[in-house]
């Protein structure tokens, strides 16, 4: 069966950010709005689309920097608060940019960007879609089918070289679930999902294709002797980057 998806035209940025997870909050090098990634409409790279920084962020608030109208020195900070998605379990999210395509609903065949980074482990980056390539080096969405627990691992877009699509009944954590259902195509949005939202089992996607990354993963998240002391509510709290390419009813 071929089943083709209609791109959202892709992001880019070429700028370097450096992330800090410390343990009660989250910090990075933010540029001024007229450097940011998600604020620039020129671009010379696509690697770094979900990489938006944050100056200061708990699991509640955000502080963005904005340059002062007035000097290109100085800046003012702003902050955002993430909201708590309904009927989530706890899942809050940021809007880094509202899409302008419709809405998913169950049933529909969903493609996304990510970046996902793990909390306890100082913001670990341990997988993003960037890194998975087709032969010509392109990197390849992560596609299901929303509320279902279906995967597609291959899948036709004219520019990845119509491949076919693969489905398998595999469990998607129901915190991307929920992040895509309050999401538009192409819209950006970054999300703090919660352990009871997260990884449940060692088989749910998405996951590290490298099979010691994902060992690092799955120690970390369920390390029995960590949680015996009590960790457990920030060993599986996960932060991914999201942006919806596409769906297909």
Same mark, same amino acid.
């Given at each position: ?29 933010? /540029? $001024?709005?007229? $450097? ?16 938006? !920084?944050?100056? =200061? =962020?708990?699991?509640?608030? +955000? ?9 290109? @020195?100085?800046?003012?900070?702003? =902050? ?7 009927? $989530? ?14 809405? /998913?609903?169950?049933?529909?065949? #969903? ?16 997988? $993003? ?50 992040? #895509? ?10 999300? #703090?999902?919660?352990?009871? %939202?997260?990884? %449940? ?6 996951? !590290? ?5 994902? %060992?690092?993963?799955?120690? =970390? ?5 960590? +949680?015996? @002391? ?14 919806? #390419?596409?769906?297909?009813?």
């Amino acid at each position: 069966m071929i089943q083709c998806f209609a791109s959202a035209p892709p992001l880019h940025a070429s700028h370097h950010h450096s992330l800090h997870f410390l343990p009660s909050k989250i910090t990075a090098t933010l /540029p $001024s709005s007229s $450097s940011s990634p998600f604020l620039s409409t020129t671009t010379t790279s696509r690697r770094a689309v979900l990489s938006f !920084p944050i100056i =200061t =962020t708990t699991l509640s608030a +955000l502080t963005l920097p904005f340059s002062s109208p007035t000097s290109s @020195n100085a800046a003012s900070a702003a =902050t955002v608060e993430l909201s708590k998605l309904p009927n $989530s379990g706890g899942v809050k999210a940021l809007d880094l940019r509202t899409g302008s395509g419709p809405v /998913p609903v169950n049933g529909d065949q #969903v493609a996304i960007h990510y970046y996902g980074r793990l909390a306890a482990k100082q913001g670990w980056r341990f997988d $993003s879609t960037y890194d998975h390539k087709d032969g010509s080096g392109e990197p390849i969405p992560f596609v299901f089918t929303l509320g279902s627990g279906k995967v597609a691992k291959s899948f036709c877009v004219p520019k990845y070289h119509n491949m076919i699509v693969g489905i398998l009944a595999i469990v998607v954590i129901t915190g991307i679930e929920a992040a #895509v259902r309050s999401m538009k195509v192409g819209g950006i949005c970054r999300v #703090v999902i919660p352990p009871s %939202q997260g990884y %449940q089992n060692t088989s749910q996607e998405p996951l !590290p294709p490298n099979f010691f990354d994902r %060992q690092r993963l799955f120690t =970390t998240i369920f390390n029995p002797t960590r +949680l015996a @002391n009590g960790e457990g509510s920030t060993l599986g709290t996960l932060i991914f980057d999201i942006e919806l #390419v596409s769906l297909r009813h």
